[in-house]
């Protein structure tokens, strides 16, 4: 069973940053992580889950939300299990529960989306900026 645990959460001024941390755990022997697509969403208060940031399995291969885009920076290490998301320059409407996900397949449809068709997921961090 694919577990996925998110750090680095906080609350930080705006202008800050942060660096979150998704690392995984569970992997089949044949599917270890370097197969999958990792992905960051994030929920506001009263808003639906939304895509940020997506690398493919293949570390070439990236995408990013355009309010992000400049700001944020994915990142991947599979010899930790874990997958970054190095978060600068941050505004008050980045506040959210950052979520990682992952699938084996890699698409912007999946990441520019509420994240449906992601099969594991994390149970979140919150980030929090104050004006």
């Known amino acids: 069973q694919v577990q996925l645990v998110e750090s680095g959460g906080g609350s930080v001024q705006s202008g800050g940053s942060l660096r979150l941390s998704c690392t995984a755990s569970g992997f089949a022997p044949d599917y270890m992580m370097d197969y999958y697509a990792i992905g960051w969403f994030r929920q506001a208060p009263g808003k639906e889950r939304e895509g940020v940031s997506c690398?493919?399995?293949?570390?070439?291969?990236?995408w990013y939300s355009d309010s992000v885009k400049g700001r944020f920076t994915i990142s991947r290490d599979d010899a930790k299990n874990t997958v970054y998301l190095q978060m600068n320059n941050l505004k008050p409407e980045d506040t959210a529960v950052y979520y990682c996900a992952a699938d084996l397949f890699f698409s912007v449809s999946r990441c520019n989306s509420q994240g449906q068709d992601m099969e594991h997921w994390g149970k979140g961090t919150l980030v929090t900026v104050s004006s």
């Open positions: 690398i493919a399995n293949s570390h070439d291969l990236y």
